[in-house]
């Protein structure tokens, strides 16, 4: 599915995107912004933003990778076993 005709993206290419920045980073701030860049390319007309939104949102939250299955730990916590 083309979800960006200005630039030619496909959900493909937004589940992929993910894919890779949460397999680089597990905590960086996703947003469409990182996607356009991720994928070498520029926003046009923004029309898509609202979309890519949603479908970045909806892959993030269904893979293994997400931030959201990692445990988190406070930097304030000098607990070892803190969750």
Do not use: W
């Amino acid at each position: 599915m083309i979800v960006c005709s200005c630039s030619m993206i496909s959900a493909q290419d937004i589940h992929d995107a993910v894919s890779a920045l949460r397999t680089k980073d597990p905590f960086v701030v996703l947003t469409p912004g990182l996607i356009y860049k991720t994928l070498g390319k520029q926003p046009s007309c923004g029309s898509c933003l609202p979309l890519i939104t949603k479908l970045m949102l909806s892959y993030d939250d269904e893979g293994p990778s997400s931030a959201a299955s990692l445990p988190h730990r406070s930097p304030f916590d000098n607990s070892p076993t803190a969750n």
